[in-house]
């Protein structure tokens, strides 16, 4: 069986979800990365490293930029000469559009953000969970290729083997652009909450620290904030320690403590750590959705009744203002840092 595997990555800073998808074509038989872009030879290098059987280059000014029409043009010429059995993606805003595109011209559809996918002879189920993890959907493709995308940390990333090497090969870039990128502007969403192997959020209970007190002046809103910045400062410390990401509640975001960037939830991102740990956050359904497929879930709350510990693995009951900080210490010194 004869995949593709379609490596999103900007400006050659690779989507990680790339290399697990790599990984998931390797179970099903060849493996072929496609790149795409300018100036990407180090990325095709790494997707050898990273197990690619070949990889098909297609490196052209027209392709320095993402835009779709030129993308799904390449892609779908590769898919028409090349016939292969799957195409995968790693699920972001880039690839939904990129598939869905290219399906159109290879009349075929699309299966996306999937956690699961099962080879059944020629023909492929696939899983995901819909309605915000209520459901989880089995689907199957009758259209040839099946193009699936598939869900970021739900799949395991094949290690890397430096310096490998592997055949390369140079394709040609097919289809005119009609839209231009005028520039690129950071934003700080810039928080990558979704390939974080270890995130540490706050919830309302940050700001819950009345031995605190506000420098003069603040009205009660201003006081609240300012507690709670203290208490992110705490979550924050742990959270670098750790080399991991910082998330929020939506109680958090609401309340002003914190961007919109961080929170996690059924209105947030949707999160798979490896280690989550929620300090004075409930558990309230529509945060259990974002992040109830975490490996292991650490809970530090205040009231031994809060919904969360139903999820943890580990739970801690008490102030998070004493708890978080001797964490943070205990940590650093079997860390040695
Ligand atoms: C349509 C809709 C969409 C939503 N989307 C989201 C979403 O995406 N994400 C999300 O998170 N929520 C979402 N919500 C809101 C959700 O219902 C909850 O209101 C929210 O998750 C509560 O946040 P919290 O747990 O931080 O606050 P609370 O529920 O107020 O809990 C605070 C917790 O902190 C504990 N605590 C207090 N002080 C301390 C302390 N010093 N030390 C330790 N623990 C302490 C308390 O015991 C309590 O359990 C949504 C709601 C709706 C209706």
Redo the contacts with the bound molecule.
């Keep these: 069986m004869k995949t593709f595997v379609y490596i999103d990555h900007f400006k050659g800073e690779v989507q990680p979800a790339s290399w697990e998808a790599l990984g998931l074509a390797k179970t099903f038989g060849t493996a072929v990365a496609l790149v795409f872009g300018a100036g990407v030879d180090e990325v095709a290098k790494a997707a050898v490293e990273y197990g690619a059987d070949e990889v098909l280059v297609a490196d052209d000014a027209s392709l320095t930029d993402y835009r779709a029409e030129t993308y799904a043009s390449t892609l779908s010429a590769l898919a028409s000469s090349q016939s292969p059995d799957l195409i995968l993606f790693p699920t972001t805003a880039r690839t939904r559009e990129l598939a869905a595109m290219s399906a159109i011209d290879l009349n075929t559809g699309v299966l996306t953000d999937l956690t699961d996918l099962e080879a059944n002879g020629d023909s492929f189920a696939a899983t995901r969970p819909i309605y915000e993890g209520k459901l989880t959907e089995k689907t199957v493709c009758s259209g040839k290729p099946v193009m699936a995308t598939i869900r970021g940390r739900a799949f395991p990333k094949p290690n890397r083997e430096e310096g490998k090497s592997g055949t390369i090969t140079k394709v040609v870039a097919a289809g005119t652009a009609l839209s231009t990128v005028e520039g690129y502007s950071a934003s700080e969403s810039a928080v990558n909450l979704g390939d974080a192997g270890i995130i540490v959020s706050g919830?309302?209970?940050v700001s819950?620290?009345p031995s605190l007190t506000p420098p003069a002046g603040m009205d009660e809103k201003q006081a609240e904030v300012w507690r709670a910045q203290q208490g992110f400062a705490l979550v924050t410390e742990l959270a670098q320690l750790l080399g991991g990401a910082v998330g929020a509640?939506?109680?958090?975001v609401d309340g002003g403590y914190i961007t919109y960037a961080h929170?996690?939830?059924?209105?947030?991102k949707v999160v798979a750590p490896d280690l989550y740990i929620a300090?004075?956050?409930?558990?309230?359904i529509?945060?259990l959705v974002?992040m109830r497929n975490a490996k292991v879930i650490v809970a530090?709350?205040?009231?031994a009744d809060?919904p969360i510990f139903k999820q943890a693995r580990y739970g801690v009951v008490?102030?998070?203002?004493a708890i978080v900080p001797a964490l943070t210490q205990t940590l650093k010194k079997k860390l040695g840092k």
């Design positions: 919830g309302r209970g819950n620290n509640s939506r109680a958090a929170q996690v939830g059924q209105t947030g300090c004075g956050i409930s558990g309230a529509q945060h974002g530090i709350n205040k009231d809060a008490g102030d998070l203002f």
